[in-house]
């Protein structure tokens, strides 16, 4: 990725914070993301990282701070409906219509929102299925489907609307430990095709292989961000040691 420093960030917040009622979750954060960056947040339940996420992604608003992406200024309340369809999200729950089938979930918003015809819908979405192995699964519903092929068919409708960035909070973290690497396997090819990702994960093998720089948050505050072999190998920060023991030893 030896181009991105000389690039312009895709995502660039400067001192954001952020409270829910008296509790403040976020503290002046400062964090850019470059286009064709992996960068993968991940700290203890609370820290602020799905926080971070949700803000980038312009479902939630800042108390103080700025936030760029794709130049659109989401600290602008008017202006952060812009961003919408030129990022992909994919959440804990995979939020399908039950009543749908796989094609039919990811043909959805491409007719209703993207005002595509049905063929050209349809296309859109079976490779968008295609891309994460479920060409084969498009006329089943979900209830026909394990958990990670249900995520997966998230992962293609967030893709078919050929996002400039996804951001993935806590994808896996809702599936049994078997289907995990099915979806990470997604996310890396993703990864490898140059695809933007902004991460929230509790899967240290994913953010260790796959990451070009990982972030580790702590308190509402960024304690320490780096190369995932430093962070993961020679953390600087004593609460980031605390923390991977913690987290690798379990």
């Known amino acids: 990725m030896s181009n991105q ?7 660039s917040l400067s001192g ?9 979750v976020l503290n002046e954060i400062n964090l850019e993301v470059r286009p064709g960056e992996v960068l993968v947040l991940i700290g203890a339940s609370g820290s602020g990282k799905s926080t971070v996420l949700r803000i980038m992604a312009g479902l939630e608003t800042t108390d103080a701070g700025e936030v760029w992406v794709n130049e659109v200024p989401l600290h602008d309340p008017k202006r952060a409906r812009e961003i919408r369809g030129h990022v992909g999200m994919v959440f804990q729950q995979f939020n399908l219509f039950p009543h749908k089938t796989a094609l039919g979930n990811v043909t959805l918003a491409l007719i209703k929102a993207r005002r595509m015809s049905p063929a050209d819908a349809r296309k859109r979405a079976m490779e968008a299925l295609d891309r994460v192995g479920l060409a084969d699964r498009a006329e089943h519903y979900p209830s026909q489907l394990s958990g990670g092929q249900q995520q997966r068919v998230a992962i293609a409708r967030a893709l078919a609307v050929e996002p400039g960035i996804m951001f993935f909070d806590e994808a896996t973290s809702a599936l049994d430990p078997e289907l995990v690497g099915e979806v990470t396997e997604v996310m890396r090819g993703l990864a490898r095709d140059g695809m933007t990702m902004v991460v929230v994960t509790h899967e240290m093998g994913f953010a260790r292989k796959t990451a070009d720089r990982v972030v580790f948050m702590d308190k509402g505050v960024i304690a ?3 190369d995932p072999e430093q962070i993961f190998v020679d953390p600087a920060n004593e609460r980031t040691r ?5 987290v690798l030893d379990h």
Do not use: N
Not at 5 to 11: D, G, V
Not at 16 to 24: D, H, L, Y
Not at 242 to 246: A, E, G, K, N
């Open 224 to 226: 320490e961000q780096g």
């Open 242 to 246: 605390q923390f991977l023991h913690r």
């Open 16 to 24: 954001v914070s952020k409270a829910f009622g008296a509790t403040r």
């Open 5 to 11: 420093s000389q690039t312009k960030p895709i995502i």
